[in-house]
């Protein structure tokens, strides 16, 4: 069982609809958790961080985090053309607090 | 303000050659961290220093080397470079209470 699991899509949506993007993570310890963005050929991103149980709003990402279900997910709202890219989901773990990465999910919105 | 920066941001080696990626910060941030990338494999953690004068195996460190140099700088080294290798070499840095890590632009590297 991979560490960090995410389904790699592609996912599909039309523009305007609501892409909904998720994680689960095996390390009950897990304390910190990312989402980042990242386009063809360049860098991640960081566009999301949670580090409790709920959801956290910012502009049209929603982060929401449930530590029981070792879950965490991504709505992306009013998903536009440029937000087509691979969304990482990353989790902190151990003493170090390392980050480890998901796979990753493509999303593509199209017009 | 750069940020993060890498260079080379492209190179070619044979096998058997030897190189060192090059990454800078001006975030002033403690901790700083190598990846590698590949298809189908993520973003893997080869080395870390969670602050000057300190450096850490993180999960691939084979074939690797790293220096701390400064607060601002730390390089990876390939001593004998291999074609498993091949791969996207990204840089981040992360202020340790925060957790969150930013990333440079990369390094892709090619090695035959």
């Known amino acids: 069982q991979k560490e960090v699991e995410q389904n790699s899509g592609p996912l599909s949506v039309p523009e305007g609809a609501i892409a909904s993007l998720n994680c689960t993570y095996s390390d009950r310890g897990s304390q910190s958790f990312f989402w980042y963005r990242q386009y063809s050929g360049k860098s991640p991103e960081l566009i999301m961080s949670?580090?409790?149980?709920g959801d956290k709003e910012d502009g049209r990402f929603t982060a929401q985090l449930n530590k029981a279900s070792q879950y965490v997910s991504l709505l992306i709202r009013d998903s536009q053309p440029s937000d087509s890219a691979t969304y990482l989901c990353a989790v902190t773990r151990g003493a170090g607090n390392m980050l480890t990465f998901g796979g990753g999910t493509r999303l593509m919105v199209k017009p | 303000n750069a940020g993060v920066t890498q260079t080379p941001k492209f190179q070619v080696l044979k096998t058997g050659q030897s190189m060192t990626l090059q990454c800078a910060q001006d975030?002033?941030?403690?901790?700083m961290y190598w990846y590698r990338q590949d298809p189908g494999m993520g973003l893997r953690l080869i080395y870390y220093s969670a602050s000057e004068g300190t450096t850490d195996k993180g999960e691939v460190p084979n074939g690797y080397n790293v220096s701390r140099l400064n607060k601002r700088e730390f390089s990876l080294r390939l001593e004998s470079a291999a074609p498993s290798q091949t791969s996207v070499y990204f840089c981040?840095?992360?202020?340790?209470?925060?957790?969150?890590?930013?990333f440079g632009p990369g390094t892709r590297l090619l090695v035959l």
């Open positions: 975030m002033n941030h403690n901790s």
């Open positions: 981040a840095t992360g202020e340790r209470a925060r957790r969150s890590q930013y």
């Open positions: 949670i580090y409790s149980n």
